[in-house]
């Protein structure tokens, strides 16, 4: 069955980088789009990146360009997102999350699979 586990969260100072790691498995990317969605307390669920690598689309909330990077390892079946020059108000639980077609979307209601999601906390 699709599944979706992301890793590499964690605690970082302002300013500081980490990598997340979302794998999948039970499909191939190729054919899929991978988004990142974070979602902080009381909050809503926000889109962050995306990347369709079959189409050669990728995409960032405007609150994260210049900073993050995603990209994907057809090989490994992976989807990294690259976060430098952290801020405080990038804390939240951060998810990776699927849909089997090449779709330029950062609404959450639009993907179909989820995984578990890993916390990334940002404070000095």
């Known amino acids: 069955q699709v599944q979706l586990v992301e890793s590499g969260g964690g605690l970082v100072q302002p300013g500081g980088s980490l990598r997340l790691s979302c794998a999948a498995s039970?499909?191939?990317?190729?054919?899929?789009?991978i988004g990142w969605f974070r979602q902080a307390p009381g909050k809503v669920r926000e889109g962050v990146s995306l990347?369709?690598?079959?189409?050669?689309?990728?995409d960032y909330a405007d609150s994260v360009k210049g900073r993050f990077t995603i990209s994907g390892d057809n090989a490994k079946n992976t989807v990294y997102l690259q976060m430098n020059t952290l801020k405080p108000e990038d804390t939240a639980v951060y998810y990776c999350?699927?849909?089997?077609?090449?779709?330029?979307?950062?609404?959450?209601?639009?993907?179909?699979?989820w995984g578990q999601g890993t916390q990334v906390t940002v404070s000095s």
């Open positions: 990347i369709s690598s079959s189409a050669g689309i990728t």
């Open positions: 999350a699927a849909v089997s077609q090449n779709i330029k979307t950062m609404w959450w209601g639009d993907y179909a699979y």
């Open positions: 039970g499909f191939a990317l190729d054919y899929y789009t």
